[in-house]
T-cell receptor, first 113, second 119 residues
Framework: AQSVTQLDSHVSVSEGTPVLLRCNYSSSYSPSLFWYVQHPNKGLQLLLKYTSAATLVKGINGFEAEFKKSETSFHLTKPSAHMSDAAEYFCVVSAGYGNKLVFGAGTILRVKS | DTGVSQNPRHKITKRGQNVTFRCDPISEHNRLYWYRQTLGQGPEFLTYFQNEAQLEKSRLLSDRFSAERPKGSFSTLEIQRTEQGDSAMYLC?????????????????FGPGTRLTVL
């Protein structure tokens, strides 16, 4: 069965410093992986998607993630945090036919001024 | 706005009552998904439709839950005899899967959700 583990429930960074949100996945076959962001009282928004093409995936708002098969990881990074990045981030794996999404528990990102 | 819409946004009900939620997907999207998100957790898959056909239901979807997508457009999710454990955010997502690539990794676009509180 497919699953994801987000290694940090909360991450706090200062504005202008790098962001790293960690995710490990488990999949019985080559996975499709996603990062979604959820701002308070707003719907889930797709940041980026990996589907077995380039291992370094660029997303919106300066975020990117690198697929590392040997480490079964898909960490999300951003070089410089902005106050508007404060939100909850979900690492997601696609679970087979029908593309049911399996979400991690989420990482809440806090950005300090 | 051409995104996924859900109504109502909030629903408060008493235990034992029936509730129905509606989801309007992005126009021409042929797949529609329902997820449930409880406080502090990521969303969990409930069911999905390809056009009007309901293709899979999660074990989370007890027999008190029923979902329909009668004309392959909007969908409804009904919960009968609500329980306090049903309190959650119910999320709808839609996507476009070009035939015949049924196994295509689609991008799901989520609505704002319906927050259900069962007293």
């Amino acid at each position: 069965a497919q699953s994801v583990t987000q290694l940090d429930s909360h991450v706090s960074v200062s504005e202008g410093t790098p962001v790293l949100l960690r995710c490990n996945y488990s999949s019985s076959y080559s996975p499709s992986l996603f990062w979604y962001v959820q701002h308070p009282n707003k719907g889930l928004q797709l940041l980026l998607k990996y589907t077995s093409a380039a291992t370094l995936v660029k997303g919106i708002n300066g975020f990117e993630a690198e697929f590392k098969k040997s480490e079964t990881s898909f960490h999300l990074t951003k070089p410089s945090a902005h106050m508007s990045d404060a939100a909850e981030y979900f690492c997601v794996v696609s679970a087979g036919y029908g593309n049911k999404l399996v979400f991690g528990a989420g990482t809440i990102l806090r950005v300090k001024s | 706005d051409t995104g996924v819409s859900q109504n109502p946004r909030h629903k408060i009900t008493k235990r034992g009552q029936n509730v129905t939620f509606r989801c309007d997907p992005i126009s021409e999207h042929n797949r529609l998904y329902w997820y449930r998100q409880t406080l502090g957790q990521g969303p969990e898959f409930l069911t999905y439709f390809q056009n009007e056909a309901q293709l899979e239901k999660s074990r989370l979807l007890s027999d008190r839950f029923s979902a329909e997508r009668p004309k392959g457009s909007f969908s409804t999710l009904e919960i009968q005899r609500t329980e306090q454990g049903d309190s959650a955010m119910y999320l709808c997502a839609s996507s476009l899967v070009p035939p015949p690539l049924a196994d295509f990794t689609d991008t799901q676009y989520f609505g704002p959700g319906t927050r259900l509180t069962v007293l």
